[in-house]
């Protein structure tokens, strides 16, 4: 485990971005806060966090809620993810979210992170082999 302080300034602005959001979580479930922000190709920052529902399963990470933002505004390329919680390890993006960053991302960086600074980083690769991925489709036409 290292900590966000060893990672690039830019990984750093990321963790900042998604702490922030994180404080604006709607978790009166699970009480569980998630923050999520991500860099698209042109540098631009998008950051979410989880909004739960009563029905559950209208719940929205904040990893995908970050992606949604992004690609609503014109920005469908990722390259960096850097999701916060409060747990010790951190959490890692469920699999539903890594199936949406599968659509957008291409050798993606994922950082995980915790209110204290612990951070591990992966290649998306590493933490999603084999995604199903656009290019199974677009290779059948």
């Known amino acids: 485990m290292q900590k966000i302080q ?38 631009k920052i998008f950051s979410g966090c989880n909004i739960e529902n009563s029905s559950y399963g209208a719940t929205v990470c904040a990893e995908r809620v970050a992606i949604q933002k992004a690609v609503s ?40 992170t915790n209110l204290v600074g612990d951070a591990e980083s992966f290649k998306f690769a590493d933490i999603f082999p084999r995604a199903f ?4 489709l677009l290779s059948r036409r």
């Open 6 to 43: 060893s990672l690039s300034k830019q990984t750093q602005e990321l963790y900042i971005a998604a702490k922030s959001a994180r404080e604006r979580s709607y978790s009166p479930y699970s009480s569980h806060k998630v923050g999520a922000a991500i860099r698209t190709s042109d540098g």
């Open 73 to 112: 505004e014109g920005h469908a390329k990722i390259t960096e993810v850097v999701v916060i919680t409060d747990s010790n390890p951190p959490w890692p993006p469920c699999g539903m979210c890594r199936q949406v960053i599968a659509e957008f991302g291409d050798n993606t960086l994922v950082h995980t």
């Open 133 to 136: 991925t656009p290019d199974h």
